[in-house]
């Protein structure tokens, strides 16, 4: 079945700087991918699906990359800001597409 | 516009009671989710609706039963709830797909519950 790798270790970035956050994924190559953010206490949150056919897909100071030959997908956020920590997860569909895949994610710490 | 809601928001069980997690959904959406959330293991589906009128297990069902009471509405039941459910329960809904379809799923804010 589909793994899903994301760094555990939390991310600490100064405001101003650019976030990178890193998901890699083992066995077959999906269609498509899809980023999450889960503040503390809530939900996770949809925040844009890239496909495999995208190389890059963008929205507002969000960016995401999609490299199947790598098995990777790297998340961008330019110009973070301290409102911008929080968790961020990936996930895509396992063999078969019976279900979508969580990464455990991981935690982005913004600091003013 | 309410989205996902989910009730209760905490519960403390003893080993051995019932009960069940209610979710139910404004957005007019065909597929309903139910994850489990523990540290470090990242969401775990349960169980999916994908449409309704049908449900089918995930990843880690045992312990466990649905029903797909309406479009609207995905219940979660826990017959007789061990320690090892303690956990963190989403539910979540998409417009179709599946549980594997490639739509955006959204999710309500989770019931935190423990069992002692």
């Known amino acids: 079945s589909q793994k899903i790798e994301q760094n555990s270790e939390a991310l600490n970035i100064q405001e101003g700087k650019t976030a990178t956050l890193t998901c890699n994924y083992t066995?077959?190559?999906?269609?498509?991918l899809q980023w999450y953010r889960q503040d503390p206490g809530r939900g996770p949150v949809f925040l844009l699906l890239?496909?495999?056919?995208?190389k890059e897909k963008r929205k507002e100071r969000l960016k995401v990359t999609f490299d199947t030959t790598l098995k990777q997908s790297l998340f961008h956020i330019t110009a973070s800001q301290p409102a911008d920590s929080a968790t961020y997860l990936c996930?895509?569909?396992?063999?078969?597409?019976?279900?979508?895949?969580f990464g455990t994610g991981t935690r982005l710490l913004v600091s003013p | 516009n309410a989205g996902v809601t989910q009730t209760p928001k905490f519960q403390v069980l003893k080993t051995g009671q019932s009960m069940t997690l209610q979710c139910a959904q404004d957005?007019?959406?065909?597929?309903m989710y139910w994850y489990r959330q523990d540290p470090g293991m990242g969401l775990r589906l349960i169980y999916y609706?994908?449409?309704?009128?049908?449900?089918d297990k995930g990843e880690v069902p045992n312990g466990y039963n649905v029903s797909r009471l309406n479009k609207r509405e995905f219940s979660l039941r826990l017959e007789s709830a061990a320690p090892s459910q303690t956990s963190v329960y989403f539910c979540?809904?998409?417009?179709?797909?599946?549980?594997?379809?490639?739509?955006?799923?959204?999710f309500g804010d989770g019931t935190r519950l423990s069992i002692l």
């Open positions: 957005m007019n959406h065909n597929s």
């Open positions: 890239i496909r495999e056919n995208e």
């Open positions: 979540a809904s998409s417009q179709t797909g599946g549980a594997g379809g490639n739509q955006p799923q959204h």
């Open positions: 066995n077959y190559s999906p269609a498509y």
């Open positions: 609706s994908a449409s309704e009128g049908t449900t």
């Open positions: 996930a895509l569909p396992n063999t078969g597409f019976q279900k979508l895949v």
